[in-house]
């Protein structure tokens, strides 16, 4: 990792006559630069959980989690019809808010007393969400879409923010039909699949309503990086080896159905690594797919462990390696702890990353891109 930094720095020509060794200007993301041993990566354990109501109000209980429920294996396979409900049942989360960390860090609030770790453990963590680390994992091998993190030190502890893009918003807003459905539909196969009580039957005849979550909120570390994040979790399997979180967690998805090795290869490339790295990094042990039909019927489950992911393209020259993800992602925390020094909740640096260039950063003070809350920071403060 020190040794992706040092590589960073001569790649930004810092100038090795300066007495005191300037924070690198911008890190590159090329996959050959972060191959390598894998790094440390602490075993994610549970630290709390909370959940989102139908209303996205929070409860700092379990009361949104789901129960695992696949249908029998003796019949003919599923058929689940994923626009079943589109668009009259569905309850679609507001886009427009912009709810940031907010979430997480009413959890934090609720809970910093009493982390494990003692005092001074969060003061030299990294506090965000899990879908943010899930985009730096993914960085080297990402041909499309950029992002911005905007970090801020504050007490200590760095926290990352993800900003949307000016692209993704004209890309949100402009979202085709086509899509908007297709959205719906993974949340649907949910449906019919998780069930609200353990040991009870999934009932899809109710509403989609996109803004009921249950997040996870662990801790873990990477290389020299405390972590504390959360995630969203779809469901647990009552009738998993483990019943201890995350052990017994289960992601869904849904994917096209294939039906031509070159198909299947493109699957493994690109859309395997993405379920790689959001699960992996939470400890989720298994991916539940549902390969959906051009009618929108599932008609095949195919269950994917976690660990076993990378096998699909190990021996592919044009796939991906998890130890490149997670050198990387390493080297930008690295990168952020050592450009985010001012301990101030008002300032932020924004770093910028699009595809075929290096991270760059940027600071700025308040809005818009402050994105500390004030009831956080006068809390905390006192
Ligand atoms: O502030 C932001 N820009 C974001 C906030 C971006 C992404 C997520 N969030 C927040 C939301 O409050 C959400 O409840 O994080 C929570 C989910 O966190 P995560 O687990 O870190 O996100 P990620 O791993 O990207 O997504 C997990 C699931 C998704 O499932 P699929 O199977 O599609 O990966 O969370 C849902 C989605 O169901 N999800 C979101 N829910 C609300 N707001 C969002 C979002 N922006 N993105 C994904
Ligand atoms: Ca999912």
Known sequence: RRENKRRAERVDGADPRNKLPSPASSLPTDPALYSGPFPFYRRPSELGCFSLDAQ?????????LRYYSPPPTNDQGPNFDLRDGY?????????????????????????????EG????????IVTWRGHLTKLLTTPYEQQEGWQLAASRFQGTLYLSEVETPAARAQRLARPPLLRELM??????????????????????GEVNTNVAFC?????????????????VDCTDPRAASTQPPACYVELKTSKEMHRPGHWRSFYRHKLLKWWAQSFLLGVPNVVAGFRNPEGF???LKTFPTMEMFEYVRNDRDGWNPSVCMNF????LSFAQNTVVQDDPRLVHLFSWEPGSPVTVSKHRDAPYAFLPMWYVEAVTR
């Not at 996870?216 to 969203?232: D, K, Y």
């Open 216 to 232: 996870s909120v662990l801790r873990s570390r990477l290389g020299s990086h405390r972590l504390l994040f959360s995630g969203e």
């Open 87 to 115: 668009p009259d049942r569905y309850q679609p989360r507001d886009e427009e808010v912009q709810e940031r960390l907010d979430h997480l860090l009413r959890w934090l609030l609720d809970h910093r007393g009493k982390l």
């Open 184 to 205: 719906y539909m993974g949340y649907k196969f949910e449906q019919y699949m998780c069930a609200d009580k353990p040991g009870s039957s999934p009932d899809p005849s």
């Open 118 to 125: 003692g005092p001074g453990w969060l003061a030299g963590a």
């Open 329 to 332: 992602c390493a080297a930008f």
């Open 298 to 300: 599932v008609c095949s």
């Open 56 to 64: 996205r109000q929070y409860h700092g209980d379990a009361q949104a």
